[in-house]
């Protein structure tokens, strides 16, 4: 396996949405520095970075386009070069604030209503982007939990490397491992706690970013952020 390549949406740089997850994951995705992680009451240290191992390897994001390996005769410049021409043709806009929400055992910041200019953007990044997407292997899909998809996933899948798109995409900023019930109950009211200032600040959505995974299982890294341009 290669290089990989993502299209997430990042939290502005040193904004209150990027220290927050930044910190809580313990990892910083634009450096790479180790971060320490908050102190939760009923949680060893070592068990909190348990907790989160997965959100601190593909970096405090949203995701828009899911990691994909470059096809044949596509470079990362010929990917960030189309980054940017992308973000230049695309209008900023503002939602209602993020909430800490439980995705099925998963914590996550969610959209506090539906928003479809979010939904919008990642249809567009989806299907600009997917010319530099090589295809997945036949053992990239036999890692997917192929028994849980519907008909459509599994088409999706297919098409776009990836199951959850267009109607499928739910737009998330991860912050936990799948939690036993236990975990939970005691880091779902924490996380609200900590990010109740964070529920007062409307969700500005201004730039597209790329990260990538050198090696396989290799910490993700934002390498390019690309405000949108247009007015």
């Known amino acids: 396996m290669s290089h990989r390549y993502a299209i997430y949406y990042a ?27 908050p ?10 970075r348990e907790l989160t191992t997965s959100p601190r390897r593909y970096g405090f994001h949203g995701t828009l386009k899911a990691p994909f390996r470059l096809g044949a005769e596509r470079t990362a410049a010929d990917l960030h070069a189309a980054a940017s021409a992308f973000a230049a043709t695309r209008t900023a ?29 990642a249809a567009a990044c989806v299907r600009d982007f997917e010319p530099f997407r090589a ?32 109607r ?12 036993a019930d236990t975990d939970k109950a005691i880091l779902l009211p924490h996380l609200r706690t900590l990010g109740r200032r964070l529920e007062t600040e409307p969700f500005t959505v201004d730039a597209i970013a790329i990260y990538e995974e050198p090696t396989p299982g290799a910490a993700f890294r934002l390498t390019g952020h690309y405000p949108f341009q247009a007015m």
Do not use: N
């Open 11 to 37: 939290a502005p740089p040193d904004s209150p949405l990027e220290r927050f997850g930044t910190t809580w994951l313990g990892r910083h995705h634009r450096t790479g520095e180790t971060l320490e992680q």
């Open 39 to 48: 102190a939760v009451p009923g949680i060893e240290p070592e068990r909190l």
């Open 93 to 121: 806009f503002t939602l209602p604030p993020l909430v800490i929400a439980d995705l099925k055992g998963f914590l996550a910041f969610v959209p506090a209503e539906p928003a479809a200019a979010l939904d919008d953007l």
């Open 135 to 166: 295809v997945l292997t036949s053992d990239e899909i036999a890692r997917r939990p192929l028994h849980r998809l519907s008909q459509r996933q599994r088409r999706q899948l297919e098409t776009f490397g990836y199951p959850y798109v267009f």
């Open 168 to 179: 499928d995409f739910a737009f998330h900023m991860t912050l936990t491992e799948r939690l």
